[in-house]
């Protein structure tokens, strides 16, 4: 959960910034420099569908094996899937 050397520090503010639209698809990069709304690590890396949004956090279902999950994440630790 630690960033490379040239990567420290806060991040820009455009992935705050980003709108997540329910049915999207997202990428969960967890950001250790946020720690509010942060997932738990199992959820690194994964892929889910942004579903609706909780006040500044967006509502992610997210397929762990037979089980889905429905995960409360902010902004900081998403990414928008490319495919």
Excluded at 8 to 17: A, E, M, R
Excluded at 26 to 47: C, E, L
């Amino acid at each position: 959960m630690t960033k490379r050397v040239r990567e420290k520090g806060v991040s820009s503010p455009d992935n705050v910034l980003v709108q997540y639209e329910p049915g999207q698809r997202v990428n969960i990069v967890i950001d250790s420099a946020f720690h509010k709304g942060m997932p738990h690590k199992r959820y690194q890396g994964k892929t889910g569908i942004a579903t609706g949004v909780r006040g500044r956090a967006v509502l992610v279902d997210v397929d762990i094996g037979k089980a889905k999950r429905s995960l409360i994440i902010r902004p900081e630790h998403l990414r928008v899937n490319k495919n």
